[in-house]
């Protein structure tokens, strides 16, 4: 229920990902306050949606009135809207990645860190209540120690719209792997408690969206064809901490296999599986009560829509002006060197620190 004191978030970017979060927020606990964006049209369809005021700066929403906002503009602009909105003295939610280079990643996570305000980084699979419970069970020693982590998210067939901002790397940054690729490896590095990562061994490819006769049943938005995609559509990496523990990702837009969002968590006392996608969590032990025997125990959730908790997380910050411990710049930051690190080892063919 609204009140006096609803916070009132509003949206840079009013494309399809920042529609899904104006639903979200109209269907919360925040007053969808407005939205921004540089086209007419999107501003026209926003409102018409929505019914709600929309401008085409951020200093016009500013002075309407406003206490947060959610930034979905292309990664591109990340830095250059973030940073518009800290000087505003706005709490600021910024979908992920940080940043399409890391470069702009750090100045975003400097500029953070001097802001009055909070920010957090959408990394909305954080929230999944299977997460949060193979945290919580890490946290209270069930796993023992985790010494790796292998983390999945391939689809089958899954390009964006070739043309679209996804597919261009000026505007994103990179592809699968900074599109996908950066939730699995987000809670990869969670599942270790975000480790001091020694090297990183990768190899970014682009097999099918370069392709004349790239064979699909759908895409997301409209096709423009091979010569509109200049970035990766798969990647596999070996990251190795300073402390031996590893992970191992693997991320695809398209291939030739089933798909999976499968996360195995190996520890010294238990592992897990957990299907990000389905939810689905399996506990693996071993135990020597009455006989040896190995234990494989499902467990069961209610199912959360993540972006709704992601918001809840942000609108409770606004109120309470305690910056949340999940999902942070710095967090996002270190995520973000892991992208540029495996960006690096393919380009030269070899093993990297983390810069």
């Known amino acids: 229920m609204e009140t006096a004191d609803t916070p009132r978030i509003g949206i840079i970017g009013l494309g399809s990902w920042g529609s899904y979060h104006a639903t979200r927020l109209t269907e919360g606990d925040a007053r969808l306050a407005g939205g921004v964006d540089i086209d007419a049209t999107a501003r026209e369809r926003f409102e018409e949606r929505f019914d709600r005021p929309t401008y085409g700066s951020l200093d016009e929403l500013v002075d309407a009135g406003v206490d947060g906002i959610v930034v979905t503009t292309p990664n591109r602009y990340h830095e250059e809207q973030a940073v518009a909105a800290f ?10 990645p940080l940043a399409h280079s890391l470069d702009s990643a750090e100045r975003i996570a400097t500029a953070a860190r001097d802001a009055p305000g909070t920010c957090m980084v959408g990394f909305k699979n954080r929230f999944l209540p299977a997460v949060e419970v193979v945290k919580g069970y890490q946290d209270q020693g069930r796993f023992g120690e985790t010494t ?24 994103a940054g990179g592809g699968s792997l900074v599109d996908i690729g950066v939730h699995a490896i987000d809670l990869a590095l969670h599942f270790l408690d975000f480790p001091e990562i020694e090297t990183v061994l990768g190899q970014t490819r682009s097999q099918f969206g370069g392709r004349e006769d790239y064979t699909y049943l759908d895409m997301w938005g409209e096709d423009s064809g091979p010569e509109a995609f200049d970035v990766d559509d798969s990647t596999s990496a070996l990251l190795t901490c300073t402390d031996g523990r590893t992970i191992a990702l693997e991320c695809a837009w398209a291939a030739d296999r089933e798909p999976t969002d499968e996360f195995v968590i190996q520890g010294t006392e238990a592992g897990a599986t957990l299907d990000r996608g389905s939810g689905a969590l399996t506990i693996h032990e071993a135990h020597d009560v009455g006989a040896p025997h190995f234990v494989n125990a499902e467990v069961e959730t209610k199912e959360v829509n993540p972006i709704a908790a992601e918001q809840r997380a942000f609108a409770t910050a606004i109120e309470t002006g305690t910056p949340p411990e999940r999902n942070t710049p710095e967090q996002a930051l270190a995520v973000q060197r892991v992208l540029d690190a495996i960006q690096r080892s393919s380009a030269t063919g070899e093993a990297v620190s983390v810069e």
Do not use: C, I, M, Q
């Open 87 to 96: 000087d505003a003295g706005l709490d600021v939610l910024l979908e992920k």
């Open 148 to 171: 790796h982590v292998e983390a999945n998210y391939v689809r089958r067939r899954g390009v964006p719209g070739r043309g679209s901002w996804f597919t261009r790397k000026d505007a």
